[in-house]
């Protein structure tokens, strides 16, 4: 356990300084690979097609994609000197967390606004959230942006440190490939419904644990225990109506922490789509985003001494 703290340590200290790999990052082969993978066993959106083949294919797909990896990762491990494991989880532990990367296009989108640069505002938005961002004005620009925030912290960051540390390294590989497919097949439209299904479960099935964890941190260190409090009300009575079943824990307590409301709606494939309440108080604004952000830096503290603290007293 020692040990994974290291690595854990040593994963973060490279996310740090160097951020995702901007060139040959592993996932983007993975995606061509899946990709390929969706071609070969996904039927064309217009057939009729039965779902539960669907369903299947789409488990078939999911076992494919993340089999080889997984089964290379467990043989590496079982072949080499403890010592070069504790690297080895290191480096692919790194990969698994894109934390620097999310801060960066965040603080991207908040220099933006902070100078009425609506359009580019808008462009640096699309590149870390999946709804339509043409019509978004500079209000609705930082809603987006914290929820993004809130949301991609447990997913790029808490998730993969909690299974580290309770699987291992596979457990943190695991959750990244299930991540992406469910990024890249979890659409609830004609050609993905059935097909996604099997991935998006079990990305919720992963993210459950370690986003509840992330809420739970984000009203622990809220800027007063007041917020805290309104943080962990705004989980119990929104959170439930969110269309994510781990996501609404997280963004509706981080936004009760940062005592700010999230969008009322979001265009999705040209229409607006009305969503739940989400927070308290007065609407986001720019600077909420780099609230956020602080909020999320001061919860991963917590989640180091914690960890850490269970680590060398068991």
């Known amino acids: 356990m020692i040990l994974s703290f290291f690595s854990l340590l040593l994963a973060l200290a490279l996310d740090y300084r160097f951020a995702e790999p901007k060139k040959y990052h592993p996932l983007v082969g993975f ?38 990896f997984m089964a290379a990762i467990i043989m590496v ?6 010592i070069i494991n504790v690297f080895i989880d290191a480096g692919l ?11 960066q296009h965040a603080r991207a989108v908040f220099n933006e606004l902070n100078i009425n640069q609506l359009d580019l505002a808008r462009t640096k938005l699309s ?5 339509e961002t043409e019509q978004l004005d500079s209000t609705q620009i930082a809603q987006a942006s914290v929820e993004s925030v809130l949301e991609n912290s447990s997913d790029a960051l808490f998730a993969s440190l909690f299974w580290f540390m309770v699987l291992g390294v596979e457990g943190a590989v695991l959750h990244r490939l299930i991540n992406t497919l ?7 439209t004609k050609q993905f419904l059935y097909f996604g299904r099997f991935s998006a479960y079990f990305d919720d ?3 459950y644990i370690p986003a509840r964890l992330t809420a739970y ?9 007041e917020q805290g409090k309104k943080a962990l009300m705004c989980w119990r009575t929104q959170a439930k109506d969110c269309a994510s079943p781990n996501g609404g824990p997280v963004m509706t307590a981080g936004a009760g922490a940062l005592n700010v409301r999230l969008s009322e709606g979001a265009f999705y494939h040209g229409e607006w789509k009305v969503k739940s309440t989400m927070g308290c108080g007065e609407v986001a604004k720019a600077h909420t985003i780099i609230e956020a952000l602080d909020l999320v830096q001061k919860t991963l503290f917590f989640w180091l001494f914690s960890i850490g603290g269970l680590v060398f007293v068991f």
Request: charged share 10%; with cysteine; aromatic share 12%.
């Open 31 to 68: 995606g061509r690979y899946v990709d390929f993978l969706q071609q070969m066993l996904n039927r064309p959106a217009n057939a009729a097609v039965d779902s539960r083949a669907q369903f299947i294919n789409g488990t078939v797909a999911c076992l494919l994609a993340v089999t080889p």
């Open 77 to 82: 491990q079982h072949s080499m000197p403890t």
């Open 93 to 103: 532990l790194y990969l698994c967390i894109g934390w620097s990367s999310l801060q």
């Open 127 to 131: 590149w870390i959230v999946s709804r």
């Open 182 to 188: 469910d990024a890249m097949w979890g659409y609830k």
């Open 205 to 207: 099935v992963l993210n």
């Open 217 to 225: 941190g984000f009203a622990f260190c809220a800027s007063s225990v």
